[in-house]
């Protein structure tokens, strides 16, 4: 059997429960933008789980669960890739830790991806009936009826705990009790969460960082709120700029932009001008004004328009263009942007 579709219209339940009904045996594969996590079924039942992205990495979650110290795992990086062996098969040599303890923590890395999965709103799917090789892989059997309930309390349970959170463009700081080092305590989970807590990464970027699922990161993220130790910072993520700046600009008519630009003192033959119209233009939602920022933004190399960008951004006179310039001049590479690194 084959099997493909999209997220949006067909949800991961339903394929999951057909595929566990029909005791299938195959490989499920569901893709957004550029991660892909596989899914590995055995007449019914999960057995395995792999995502692309580095989320999870084993030496961390190694790490972080106090099997192995950090130079040891860096020791162990390096023959693995000297020796071109798998870092779980150099640890268990190397007597840092068993078998069995690096297949609690790979299951863990499965099982993590499977949760994390339920939550994605889109993506596309493809699943295929396939005879499974097996051998090297860490087989523990999921049931996925039980997984689905599982899921399904975590969905209910995150719709609340992302009302402190409504976003994931918002940015943490930790709060001055922290920075003073007085008692704080926490469990390791927690200090793994607040260690990435720098006043600069979004939610979205701690998700990427830490190695835990995203229901455990927002029910860390909102102990740490309520204990105190972290808070809002004031400073906007390019996301949540350049959806300011968005809903800003679709109202606006060319006739008003072309006013702006002679205010500005922009000549129409001027690349700054050129790039701020394409952009202005162009642009069909949030993700798409920060795409063609990234864009078009490296362009700016002439003395003048550089100069004229700080200048736009130093006295910050139009606030219809404010949130286009702080994003053009943190990716234009330009000094006076500290603020957006």
């Not at 055995?42 to 792999?50: C, P, R, S």
């Not at 607040?194 to 029910?219: E, F, N, P």
């Not at 949030?286 to 700016?300: A, F, G, N, Q, T």
């Not at 139009?318 to 500290?338: F, H, Q, R, Y």
Request: aromatic share 6%; charged share 30%; net charge positive.
């Amino acid at each position: 059997m084959a099997l493909t579709g999209n997220l949006e219209t067909f949800y991961l339940t339903t394929i999951l429960q057909l595929l566990h009904n029909e005791q299938k045996t195959g490989v499920l594969r569901v893709m957004r933008k550029d991660e892909e996590i596989k899914i590995f079924i055995q007449e019914g039942a999960i057995i395995h789980a792999t995502r692309s992205e580095g989320k999870n990495r084993l030496g961390d979650l190694l790490v972080k669960h106090g099997m192995i110290a950090d130079k040891q795992l860096k020791e162990c990086l390096a023959l693995s890739q000297e020796k071109k062996l798998p870092l779980g098969k150099i640890i268990v040599e190397k007597e840092y830790a068993t078998a069995q303890a690096i297949k609690q923590i790979i299951f863990k890395q499965a099982e993590n991806a499977i949760y994390d999965l339920f939550l994605w709103k889109k993506g596309k799917f493809e699943y295929q009936d396939r005879a499974l090789v097996t051998q090297g892989m860490v087989i523990k059997k999921i049931n996925i009826m039980r997984l689905i309930l599982e899921a399904t309390r975590r969905i209910d349970e995150i719709s609340l705990l992302k009302k402190q959170i409504p976003d994931e463009g918002m940015i943490f700081k930790r709060t001055a009790s922290v920075r003073d080092d007085q008692p704080v305590q926490l469990s390791p989970d927690e200090w793994s969460v607040l260690a990435i807590i720098d006043g600069k990464s979004d939610v979205r970027g701690v998700l990427r960082a830490s190695v835990l699922d995203q229901y455990s990161v927002y029910k860390i993220l909102n102990s740490l709120i309520s204990a105190g130790c972290i808070k809002a910072s004031g400073e906007l993520s390019p996301g949540l700029r350049a959806q300011k700046a968005f809903e800003q600009i679709k109202t606006v008519d060319s006739k008003i932009i072309r006013e702006l630009f002679d205010t500005f003192g922009l000549p129409r033959s001027s690349m700054l001008r050129v790039i701020f119209t394409r952009i202005i233009r162009d642009a069909a939602s949030p993700e798409d004004l920060l795409e063609m920022i990234d864009l078009e933004s490296p362009k700016i190399t002439q003395a003048q328009d550089r100069e004229t960008l700080a200048r736009l951004n130093r006295e910050k006179q139009v606030p219809l263009m404010e949130d286009i310039i702080e994003l053009m001049m943190s990716k234009a590479n330009m000094p006076g942007n500290e603020q957006m690194q």
